[in-house]
């Protein structure tokens, strides 16, 4: 049988990318002029996608060398110096690879680009202090400039982790404010609230450092494009499915290619999917995310979940007089948690009302708790 043509569980490639040509061209302008940006997205809206298409196109349009560095779950100084430094490992090639490979020697600090590096130190040095390394690591882009003439574009992704470590966003920044020159840099995140801490508040030292831009949701003309093309290249017609997919997932990325996943699964090659196909296809897209969403609605504080059943449920919005009977909803505490919801990217402001991010747990939480149910 022939293989889904959408890709939903990692980052796609640049040629599969769906709009965000404007954030792309607005990326790219920030870093030629070597200044910095910000990428605030709730989860799955497409961030590494992004950053992935902006690291070949600085590369190709600018002859600038990408550096994307993961952040996800950084737990220590130590950590942060091995996700530089296997950053490095992953992306330089030619002159610049053997730049860094020659400072890195030259260093004497343990630091390669072979195997192993600042992790095997550590594990067989515990405690060996990685704040040398890591000064030397955030360097790099300097010293590669002045030994090559290249500029770096430097991606930090899931930016808003190094918060998680004491003193990590003032050591970043007493390196990068330096290199404009050398090296151009994007913070992505995905958590709104602590991607302000990190750029907004005044005490921090990266406040006011760096452009804002929102991922919003994809344009549903270019979903229904893309998903349309994408089945009929594979001999399927989404028919009057293909709607009511676009009207569920609100122009989420990931929810979009999810779903497109399990319709073109259940649609029969040869005739158009009906409501009919549509309905098996959510059933199917559902079943295995129930337990997720299930332990992730228990593990929050009762006024969280109050807001999102009400957000998901009430016909007359959060302070209706159906939220406060059925859900409890009382208006500053519920208030409050839309706030931490929102900080957190869990639930969306669309034209000025609180709505849950993810049209997948929306639909589930209205299937398991609607009044007939
Ligand atoms: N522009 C796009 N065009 C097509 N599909 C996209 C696009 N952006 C995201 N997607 C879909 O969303 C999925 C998740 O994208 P990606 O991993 O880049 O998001 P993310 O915001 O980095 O997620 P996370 O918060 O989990 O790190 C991809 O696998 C792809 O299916
Ligand atoms: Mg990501």
Redesign the pocket.
Known sequence: MASSP???????DSS?????THELRELLELAEAGHYARLA?P????????LGRLAAEAERLLEMTPILVDF?QVMSVGDAAIRIESAYRKATDGPVKKAVRDLMLSWNLGLSLGAGGIAAQIQANPKSDPIPALHRLLDLPQEVYDRTGRRSLVLY??AHEMLRIDGLDGILRSHIQHQSRAASFVFAG?EPGMMEVLFGERERPLFGQAHPLTLGP?PNDELAG?IDERFARTGRDPGEALDALLELVEGH??R??LLAHYLWSATTPGQPATIATWSEALDAAIAPLADGFDRFLTALPSGEQRVLLALALSPHGLYSNYSQARFGIVKGAATRAVRVLIARGEVVRRGGSPQITDPLLRWWLRQRHRPDA
């Open positions: 959408f890709p939903y569980q990692h980052p796609v599969e990318l769906v709009d965000r997205a989860r799955r809206y497409g961030k590494t996608t992004l996800s992704d899931e995905s994809l893309y990325p990931q979009a290619m």
